[in-house]
């Protein structure tokens, strides 16, 4: 069965509004998780690194003030995608390495959200 | 950073096929995974293969640190093996890197 879950998996929103996406280890403390974001047809992006306890790192071209990133706990990590556009529109998905760093990542099952 | 290139971007088979899947990157690693990835986004973990050589059915992975390569095999294709098979491994900054993914399709 799946060790990360991440909900929702499908979300359509209005523009100017705000969506949560949680990303939750269910049988493993993971105090780093990692955000990625996939356009069709291409590879997945990593848009930052969740840190429990800490800010998140995001990597050059990531706004910070627009997706917004918190651990607040060693199994749930929330990307919060804030007044939200139809370039937003994307999917989205989180890992976590089981282990710590280096050890096997799993992934959630993504959310694929679309701005309107 | 660690660069890491996957080849053939495309593949189309017929069912029963056999295929192999390159990833080569450019610097020593600790921990490379292979990864399907399926039509509705979901990512399934292969193999966690650092090196050596794994077997899961008709799948298998080799490894070679040395060298920087790794590669996945499929044999006796099938449709369901469709989708993008993507290679993943740790940089120095303990960053999660992909590969740029081989899009696979088997034909019945």
């Known amino acids: 069965g799946a060790v990360v879950s991440q909900h929702p998996s499908w979300v359509i929103c209005k523009s100017g509004t705000s969506v949560k996406i949680e990303c939750r280890s269910l049988?493993?403390?993971?105090?780093?998780m990692f955000w990625y974001r996939q356009f069709p047809k291409q590879s997945l992006m990593l848009m930052a690194t969740?840190?429990?306890?800490?800010?998140?790192?995001?990597e050059q071209g990531v706004e910070k003030d627009k997706f917004l990133i918190n651990h607040a706990s060693l199994t749930l990590s929330t990307l919060t995608v804030t007044s939200a556009h139809p370039e937003d529109s994307s999917f989205y998905i989180c890992?976590?390495?089981?282990?710590?760093?280096?050890?096997?990542?799993?992934f959630g099952e993504g959310s694929w959200l679309t701005v309107v | 950073g660690i660069q890491v290139e996957q080849s053939p971007p495309d593949l189309i088979l017929q069912e029963g096929a056999n295929s192999t899947l390159r990833c080569n990157f450019s610097?020593?690693?600790?921990?490379l995974q292979w990864f399907h990835q399926n039509p509705w986004g979901q990512l399934i973990n292969l193999f966690y293969?650092?090196?050596g050589t794994k077997q899961n059915g008709r799948l298998s992975a080799t490894t070679v640190a040395t060298e920087r390569y790794s590669l996945l095999y499929i044999s006796s294709s099938q449709t369901t093996d469709s989708g993008v098979y993507f290679c993943?491994?740790?940089?120095?900054?303990?960053?999660?890197?992909f590969g740029s993914g081989t899009r696979l399709s088997i034909r019945p």
């Open positions: 890992s976590a390495p089981r282990g710590g760093a280096g050890n096997t990542i799993y």
């Open positions: 049988d493993f403390q993971a105090t780093t």
């Open positions: 969740s840190n429990e306890g800490s800010k998140a790192t995001y």
């Open positions: 610097d020593s690693v600790n921990n």
């Open positions: 293969i650092p090196s």
């Open positions: 993943a491994l740790y940089s120095s900054a303990s960053k999660i890197i």
